[in-house]
Structure formats: C-alpha cells, structure tokens
C-alpha cells in the first residue's frame, strides 16, 4: 500500500474508534440501572434507578434527560428514610455522583405520575450531585413534618 492510502486508513480506523468509544460513553447509563451514589455519609444505603432515558430541548441540540427514582433518603429524627419517585437529572449529575451499580431487583417507587407533573409544568433538570438533591429535599421535608407535629432529632 502506499503511505497515502496508509494515513487514509489509519484516520479512518481512528474515527470509528472516537465515535465508537463516544457512543459507549452515551450509553454509559440505562433505564433499569440500579446505582449507589456518593451521599457525605448521611444517606448510607440510599440508591437510584434510573427509571427512563429520555430528550428534551430543541431537536437540533437536545439534552438527555434521566429520570430516576431514589429511596433511602435519611431524615433526622425519623427512623424510616423516604423515597423520592421522580427526580429529572442530567448525565453531569450522575457522572459526579454515582459509585457503583447494585442489584436490579431492589423495589423502587412507581415514577410515570411525578414524570407527568413534571411534563406538565414544563419542569427543569437537576445538574447537581444526587448528595445536593438529597440535601434539598431533606431541607423541604424536615420543616413539613415539624409543621404536622412530627417530632425531629438532631
């Protein structure tokens, strides 16, 4: 072979590799994927599904979208942790968060109605680490159940 015809198979060799290894890195995440995340110590045993891969955006740049339920949410003075059936994440947010995948067979909470809410209000997606989500919702909740007379620790 000539050496052009070298250079021109080799680029091409390399460009299948790029897009090859670009598609595995998409595809890195999957509805039925079960996963723990880095959660600061406070939600020791809290995990995630990522319930339905989906688009939103403008078709000619349109950012996936995850949807992911998360059960084991500590709050403080309760002895049950919470679940969460619906959170919209963004790959950023999974990509600084999770740490290993766990089992698939783990029950999680039916998402479609808080996904529908969420269609419905034209909502936004999290780009924060599932650990700052959990944190929110800990925020949100703890001052809830204080108002309905339920007793919280420290």
Excluded: C
């Excluded at 002895?79 to 290993?100: F, G, Q």
Aim: aromatic content about 8%.
């Amino acid at each position: 072979m000539r050496p052009n015809l070298w250079a021109a198979l080799l680029a091409l060799i390399a460009a299948f590799a790029m897009s090859a290894s670009a598609y595995a890195q998409n595809e890195r995440y999957e509805a039925g994927q079960v996963w723990a995340f880095s959660d600061r110590g406070i939600d020791e045993g809290a995990l995630i599904k990522i319930q339905e891969v989906g688009q939103i955006g403008p078709k000619d740049e349109p950012m996936t979208v995850y949807h992911i339920s998360m059960i084991g949410i500590a709050i403080p003075g309760q002895s049950d942790p919470i679940e969460i059936s619906h959170i919209p994440v963004s790959r950023e947010a999974l990509d600084a968060s999770v740490t290993a995948e766990a089992n698939r067979d783990i029950e999680f909470p039916d998402y479609m109605e808080g996904k529908q809410n969420w269609e419905e209000a034209n909502g936004g997606v999290f780009t924060i680490t599932l650990s700052e989500i959990a944190s929110l919702i800990r925020d949100q909740i703890a001052p809830q159940l204080a108002e309905e007379g339920i007793a919280l620790g420290g």
